[in-house]
């Protein structure tokens, strides 16, 4: 990722964990382009379905808000 570029995270109880690079370009350009999708993020080892418009994910039955910083 380039500096200065923002950054995604998802909410882990009161923690905000970042998610790895692979998934942060995925749910970037999911958010730029206002779509929905899944794919796969290795934090969740599985395909989650992220909604980048809604900004959440759903794993496993789960969701998770998201937050771009």
């Given at each position: 990722m380039?500096?200065?570029?923002?950054?995604?995270?998802?909410?882990?109880?009161s923690?905000?964990?970042?998610?790895?690079?692979?998934?942060?370009?995925?749910?970037e350009?999911?958010w730029?382009?206002s779509?929905?999708?899944?794919?796969?993020i290795?934090?969740?080892?599985?395909?989650a379905?992220?909604?980048?418009?809604?900004?959440?994910?759903?794993?496993?039955?789960?969701?998770?808000?998201?937050?771009r910083?």
């Open positions: 380039h500096m200065g570029t923002a950054k995604w995270y998802y909410a882990a109880g923690a905000w964990v970042p998610f790895d690079d692979q998934s942060q370009l995925q749910i350009s999911l730029r382009t779509n929905a999708a899944w794919i796969y290795n934090a969740f080892r599985a395909k379905y992220v909604n980048g418009p809604a900004l959440y994910v759903t794993c496993n039955g789960h969701n998770y808000p998201i937050a910083k």
